[in-house]
C-alpha cells in the first residue's frame, strides 16, 4: 500500500483579506501542516493542488492575483508536485490519476479546501477510480453558503459534508488520527 496526501486549494483567496475567505481557514491550514510534516517525515508523496478561474464571471482565484498562491503554511517545496487545476475535480484536466498511478498509489489523504465544492469532488471522484481515500477533516474548510432565505454557517456546511464522504466514499478522521506512514 502506497499512500500519498494531496493538498487541495490551500490559497491565499479563502484567507481573511482574500476574495472569498472561509469558515475556519487558519485552523484548517495549521491542521493541514501537521498532516503535511507527517508525510514529508516519512517521505511520502506529497501533491500540491491549486485552482485557477477561467470563468468570465469569477471573483476569486483570478489568473495573476496574489490570491492564486498558496498559503505559507503549506507551500510546496522542491520536489513536491504541483498541479493546476480550473475544476473543482481535481483529477479533470491535471494529470493527477496518472501521477499517482505511475507513482504506484493506493490510498490517498485529502486536505484543503472548500469542504463542499473541491475536496467533495476530488474525493468522490477518487472513490470512483478506486483509490482508498481518507478525508482529514479538521484539515478542511468551507465558506457559509445561503439556499433560498437560509443561511448555512461555514461549519454547519463543512460537518454536512464531512458526514455525507464518511463511510461512503471515504474515512473521515481528525489530524490527530492520521497514523505515519
Avoid: W
Avoid at 42 to 55: N, Q, R, S, Y
Avoid at 102 to 125: F, N, P
Wanted: hydrophobic fraction near 50%.
Amino acid at each position: 500500500m502506497t499512500r500519498a496526501l494531496i493538498l487541495v486549494d490551500i490559497q491565499l483567496d479563502y484567507f481573511p483579506g482574500g476574495a472569498y475567505p472561509l469558515a475556519g481557514p487558519n485552523e484548517a491550514a495549521t491542521a493541514a501542516r501537521t498532516v503535511l510534516d507527517t508525510f514529508r517525515a516519512a517521505g511520502e508523496l506529497v501533491v500540491h493542488i491549486f485552482h485557477v478561474a477561467t470563468d468570465p464571471g469569477a471573483t476569486f482565484f483570478l489568473p495573476n492575483t496574489p490570491g492564486i498562491g498558496f498559503h505559507p503554511l503549506v507551500a510546496p517545496i522542491a520536489g513536491e508536485p504541483v498541479l493546476e487545476k480550473h475544476e473543482p475535480n481535481s483529477f479533470i484536466g491535471t494529470g493527477l490519476h496518472n501521477l499517482l498511478t505511475d507513482a504506484g498509489v493506493s490510498d490517498l489523504v485529502i486536505v484543503g479546501m472548500m469542504s463542499s465544492m473541491c475536496i467533495d469532488s476530488t474525493t468522490r471522484a477518487a472513490h470512483e477510480l478506486g483509490f482508498v481515500v481518507t478525508v482529514v477533516a479538521d484539515a478542511c474548510a468551507a465558506p457559509d453558503l445561503t439556499f433560498g432565505d437560509t443561511v448555512v454557517p461555514g461549519a454547519t456546511v463543512h460537518a454536512s459534508f464531512m458526514a455525507a464522504l464518511d463511510g461512503s466514499f471515504a474515512t473521515v478522521i481528525p489530524s490527530t488520527g492520521l497514523l505515519p506512514g
